[in-house]
């Protein structure tokens, strides 16, 4: 499925400073029902958002409207557990083009990639320092630059680069996908699978 | 060069190396359900293109399939929308489908291996994470989103880059009443829940060669609780006796060609990891989680655990705890229970049956207690019937429903309600995972009988010595 290019980034963010946050807080397994990709953002962190009643939680950060932008910045290890998509839809159709994090479990990353959310990656000290700047001033707003691989705050100039691969760069820059790649290389697909039995 | 178990299958289904980029990796078989390929086959549709190799794709039905009347027509009309949608779309693409009442019917990763789709050396994906199961018969096997799915059916192929390699040794003997789950969750507990976030794990020593392919299975199953890509073992004899003479094993001079290649696949004497555990059988006692991860286990005579004595994170963990409605230093046995789930592709084979009858044999169900026995497949399901277990079942007041998923990730009716204690046999006890607001207390099949028939946390060494006196 195609996706907006990203390239430059610049935004407010929302804190969520939790960690092992899994993909079944992200988005609960029983909104998984759908057929299409279309709503998920509504539900995206429907428990933590939302009483059983479907009253606002007052407490989440989502809830309140001191905090919004277009970057979620998460604790350690976020997006553990179920290898549904959904949650990087859910990320998506919410808004968010980019989460921040000191660490992120391995298929919530890919899958995020997949769909044009980009996950940043920064040391676990930088982590604290963003965390620090939005909950002084919640105005603050970060830059995430795909071209130079570098994040930064605009309130201190601090800055961190990531990683990211060379390929999925590529393909976020162009809002490409894999799928587009993998058609063109097809006839080496097919002699590859005529040389593999079932 | 010497290679890895894992090297050796994954080189071999490299079709294309992008440089600074991902494989271009080669899948053999494609398992899909309900619940994450409805939106890739409308993706096919909008690009206007086929599946390129339908016969390497099996579809079942297991995700949010009803465990009592399947006979009937599903009642929630979003499930029942994606069962159709799952028919519909194998139908149209020649994919072979064991929907809702199919004898072969079951679990996604019960039924691969039940029926031979799972063989040595493959490279198996389908979108669900535990898909880590299959790597028990020395497949690479791992969990895909449904970007990947619409991938697979359009190419055969995946863009993977290849993980780092992990080796984890568990030698000696286990002792009465720690089960492979009990292994697993050790595992997990000493590694948390990122501990082996981008690696494909091997396991290997005396007791994972001295378990069963159904112990193997559940080991590698929950390789992904600790973040890891998949989990693996060397097939052996044990292996091969498994795999023969079922439906998609290769027969005659076939089987032949195949187990010459099956036989190669070990990792190469000194070959090297990039990182590489001990555990000793002889540390592990049946385990029991109690908090809001997997990675949050104990052993099932220990006080849960001091903030302070954990790295890191002590807000996350006092929340966790919060959630639970536990407390720092309480004992876990004799902790009320209001549930037990026995199955999932975790612990829904026959032998967690036979473990959960072994111990609620002669005994009744605790009144407070609700349980769901949910065997992982029909073909589990006639096993307990054939065995005598659905007797042993019902006589100490359970009952038997009909496979599925179920309360693991309670997409259907199974759902634990809020507040309320499940010990389950499944793989993640997430808040809210077996419906909103439950509390999961994750454990062996063993562990979850004491539970069933005593209303509590129970330790079944307890239970298990007292018939051996
Ligand atoms: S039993 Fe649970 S973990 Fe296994 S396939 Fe079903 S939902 Fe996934």
Redo the contacts with the bound molecule.
């Keep these: 499925m195609a996706y907006d290019k990203f390239d430059i980034l610049k935004t407010t963010a929302v804190p969520l400073p939790i960690e092992n946050v899994d993909t079944d807080q992200i988005i609960p397994a029983r909104f998984l029902k759908a057929t299409e990709r279309k709503g998920f953002g509504d539900n995206l962190f429907r428990d933590w958002r939302y009483n059983p009643d479907n009253s606002p939680k007052e407490d989440f950060v989502l809830n309140n409207p001191t905090f919004s932008g277009k970057i979620l910045v998460g604790g350690k290890n976020f997006g553990s557990g179920s290898s549904r998509e959904h949650a990087a839809w859910a990320v998506y159709d919410y808004g968010f083009r980019c989460v921040v994090s000191s660490f992120f479990a391995d298929i919530f990353k890919n899958n995020c990639l997949n769909i044009g959310v980009l996950p940043v990656q920064v040391s676990a000290p930088f982590l604290e320092k963003i965390f620090e700047a939005i909950y002084a001033d919640p105005k603050t707003e970060l830059v995430v630059n795909l071209p130079e691989q570098t994040i930064t705050l605009t309130t201190t100039g601090e800055s961190e680069s990531f990683d990211i691969n060379h390929y999925k760069k590529d393909n976020m820059l162009n809002g490409f996908d894999d799928i587009d790649y993998l058609l063109n290389i097809k006839e080496n697909i097919r002699a590859f699978a005529e040389d593999t039995p079932l | 060069m010497k290679k890895t178990l894992f090297d050796k299958v994954w080189d071999s289904h490299v079709v294309h190396k992008i440089e600074n980029g991902p494989d271009v990796l080669f899948i053999d078989r494609h398992m899909v359900h309900e619940v994450t390929s409805p939106v890739a086959f409308l993706g096919l549709k909008s690009r206007g293109i086929p599946v390129m190799y339908p016969g390497r794709t099996f579809a079942t039905a297991?995700?949010n399939t009803p465990t009592i009347n399947q006979h009937l027509p599903v009642k929630d009309p979003l499930s029942a929308n994606q069962l159709k949608a799952l028919e519909e779309n194998s139908k149209a693409h020649g994919i072979s489908y064991w929907g809702l009442g199919h004898e072969k019917n079951g679990?996604?990763?019960v039924v691969g291996p039940e029926y031979g789709i799972t063989q040595p050396g493959a490279t198996i994906v389908c979108g669900?994470?535990?898909t880590s199961t299959h790597g028990a018969f020395g497949a690479i096997a791992f969990g895909i989103g449904t970007s990947e799915v619409e991938m697979v059916l359009a190419t055969q192929c995946i863009m993977q880059q290849k993980a780092k390699s992990m080796r984890i040794n568990v030698n000696g003997k286990l002792s009465l009443g720690v089960t492979p789950k009990d292994v697993a969750l050790y595992i997990i507990s000493k590694l948390t829940t990122s501990g082996a976030t981008g690696y494909f794990v091997e396991y290997a020593g005396d007791v994972f060669r001295n378990m069963t392919m159904e112990g193997r299975m559940t080991v590698c199953n929950l390789s992904i609780e600790m973040g890891a890509r998949g989990g693996m073992i060397a097939p052996d004899e044990k292996t091969f006796e498994y795999i023969k003479g079922r439906e998609f094993t290769p027969v005659g001079a076939d089987w032949d060609k195949a187990m010459e290649y099956w036989k190669t696949l070990k990792t190469d004497e000194g070959a090297s990891f990039d990182k590489e555990i001990t555990f000793d059988a002889a540390d592990i006692e049946p385990m029991i989680t109690y908090g809001t991860n997997p990675g949050m286990g104990i052993g099932i005579s220990n006080g849960i655990p001091k903030a302070e004595s954990l790295e890191g994170g002590v807000a996350t963990y006092k929340k966790s705890l919060h959630y639970m409605a536990f407390h720092e230093g309480d004992n876990m046995i004799g902790k009320p229970i209001d549930f037990v789930f026995l199955g999932?592709?975790?612990n829904?084979r026959i032998e967690d049956f036979r473990a959960f009858a072994s111990i609620v044999k002669g005994r009744k169900k605790a009144d407070n207690v609700t349980a769901w026995l949910v065997p992982g497949s029909h073909k589990v399901e006639s096993a307990i019937k054939e065995e005598g277990i659905l007797d042993i079942l019902n006589a100490a007041g359970f009952e038997l429903r009909e496979p599925g998923?179920s309360a693991?990730?309670a997409m259907n009716d199974d759902k634990v309600p809020a507040g309320k204690y499940a010990v389950s046999t499944?793989?993640r006890n997430f808040e809210g995972r077996q419906g909103p607001g439950s509390r999961t207390l994750l454990a062996s099949p063993l562990v979850a009988a004491a539970a069933a028939v005593t209303g509590k946390v129970t330790d079944p060494r307890e239970l298990m010595q007292e018939e051996l006196v």
């Design positions: 297991d995700h679990i996604v990763h669900d994470s535990h999932s592709c975790t829904g998923c693991c990730l499944s793989n």
